[in-house]
Structures are given as structure tokens and as C-alpha cells.
């Protein structure tokens, strides 16, 4: 099934993600975030991904309650700390970041010295209105204006939250500025996520030829909003590389910058797109008449 590969993986990238659960203590949830950071680690993890609000309930009343600045925060001090003594590449999910009066849905990537690589703050703030769930981020978060990316051991990383996978114009923005893994925390409900998710990861593994990598919080029944889980992680070709049930726990995947190359190779997709018609695609009222 799929795309055969000619490479020979020789620079791989062991990649873990932490389903963990989130409850209202917050110090609770970041202790329990570091014993998996410490445990993946140990396993042989380079790059640590958290779920989106790892510490925090999602909910738009909690986000100014929990909210802190970055990176003087309780929270990234104690994020930036592990990366430095294990040795690894930490994306924080995301917590709710205090800054000028405004909150925002951050990620934090934290390098092996424990330095603050990138920080990206949620683009596209997620909105529902269903009979089941009605949800709208923008009650208490202000989105974010700016793409960030990072380097990881001769991956080049993009960075997104959650809902921002829906739209494909912020996945290939990522795809010229030359990278080749997107990573993106999220927390998609039991409403959206059994159709969604998957789908979702899977396509912007192909409309970018990248790894996609997904990490939610686990589902806890009781709580106000209940995640999916199923936190996975999509190869170049779009297949399925490791996937999670509910349950709390660590998932891994070997990643490589020669099995995007070889997808890359195989397919070139990119070589034939048409730039030339940028302003035909992306400009209104620009359709001819049969």
C-alpha cells in the first residue's frame, strides 16, 4: 500500500507524542506533561509534541484565568527546563498566553539548551454551531497574524493549532517557506472528530507532501469539552504511520527528511503548479463565461 520507498532512512527523527489528560489543576497537568516529556525522551524522542491547552480546560471562561506570559510564565519556565536537561526539541502544545490585554492559543517550541525557538499564536479561531456543541474562541482569544517554523535535525517544521488544519492555503503557505513536516496540537471534539480529524491530517499530508503530526489531550467523559484523542501522525504519502485511541499514553514515529525527498521525487506535485495563475485562483470575480 502506497508509494514504494527507494530511500534508505538515513537520517531519521524519533518523534513522540503525549496524549495527555487535562483537568483544572493546573500544576497537576504540567507535572503530568513532564513525566511523559521525561519518558518519551528516554525512549529515544528528539521531538516532543504536547497537546494543544495541555494545561489548561478547554473552554473560553478558563483562557483568561490560566493564561500566562511567555516566556516568564511558571509554564514555559518549566517546559524550557526539560527541553534543556533532556536534550530534546519540545513543542508545548499550547497554553493561553497573556500579552498587552490580550489572551492567545500559543505554541511554544523549546530547543535542546532550553531556548525559545519559536512561539506561534492560533490563526484561525475555532467556531461551532451545531445542535450538539456550540463553541466560539474568539469570546476570549485574539488570533494570531504570523507563521512560525523551526529546524529539527534536518527537518524543517511549520507550526499550526488545531483548527487552523482545516485550511489548506495556511498548510502550503508552510510548503514555501520549505518545510517539510507540519505539526499541529489540537483538540478536536467528539462531534468533529470522528469525521474530521483523520481526514484532515491525511489531507494536508498530501496537499503539502509533508509529515503531519496531531496531538490531542485524551477524551475524558466528564469534563464540560471532551476531546477526541486519537492523536497521529501521517507520512508524505498520506498514510497512516501511528495513531492513538482515547486513552492517555505516548505514541512514536521514525521520520525522515529522505522519505519526503523520495514522496517528493516520485510525485512532483510542486514542479507543476501553476504560479503563473495566482491571481486567476486567488482573485475574485476573475471567472470567464462559456
Not at 512560525?148 to 507550526?159: A, P, R, S, Y
Request: net charge negative; charged share 20%; with cysteine.
Amino acid at each position: 500500500y502506497g508509494v514504494p520507498s527507494s530511500c534508505n532512512m538515513s537520517s531519521v527523527l524519533r518523534v513522540a507524542l503525549c496524549q495527555t489528560p487535562v483537568g483544572r489543576d493546573k500544576a497537576a497537568n504540567v507535572q503530568n506533561a513532564l513525566r511523559h516529556i521525561s519518558t518519551a525522551a528516554k525512549a529515544g524522542a528528539h521531538l516532543v509534541v504536547l497537546p494543544e491547552c495541555f494545561q489548561t480546560p478547554y473552554g473560553t471562561k478558563y483562557f483568561p484565568e490560566y493564561a500566562e506570559e511567555v516566556p516568564a510564565g511558571d509554564t514555559c519556565q518549566a517546559m524550557s527546563k526539560a527541553a534543556a536537561q533532556l536534550g530534546i526539541t519540545l513543542v508545548a502544545g499550547s497554553i493561553a498566553e497573556r500579552h498587552n490585554g490580550q489572551v492567545f492559543n500559543t505554541s511554544c517550541v523549546w530547543g535542546p539548551d532550553g531556548s525559545l525557538l519559536g512561539r506561534y499564536r492560533k490563526m484561525h479561531l475555532f467556531r461551532l454551531n451545531t445542535e450538539l456543541l456550540k463553541f466560539d474562541e474568539s469570546e476570549t482569544l485574539t488570533a494570531g497574524d504570523t507563521l512560525q517554523t523551526f529546524d529539527c535535525q534536518g527537518l524543517k517544521v511549520g507550526m499550526g493549532i488545531c483548527f487552523d488544519l482545516r485550511f489548506a492555503e495556511h498548510a502550503m503557505a508552510y510548503t514555501r517557506l520549505g518545510c517539510n513536516v507540519l505539526v499541529d496540537p489540537g483538540a478536536f471534539n467528539l462531534v468533529t472528530g470522528p469525521v474530521h480529524w483523520k481526514m484532515h491530517a491525511r489531507a494536508r499530508a498530501v496537499d503539502t507532501q509533508s509529515y503531519v503530526l496531531m496531538c490531542s489531550p485524551s477524551a475524558d467523559l466528564d469534563a464540560e469539552y471532551i476531546a477526541y484523542g486519537h492523536s497521529l501522525v501521517v507520512d508524505p504519502w498520506g498514510e497512516v504511520l501511528v495513531e492513538a485511541e482515547g486513552d492517555e499514553g505516548i505514541i512514536y514515529a521514525d521520520i525522515s527528511a529522505d522519505r519526503v525527498a523520495d514522496v517528493r521525487r516520485q510525485l512532483p506535485i510542486e514542479s507543476g503548479r501553476r504560479r503563473d495563475l495566482d491571481d486567476v485562483l486567488f482573485t475574485r470575480g476573475n471567472a470567464g463565461n462559456a
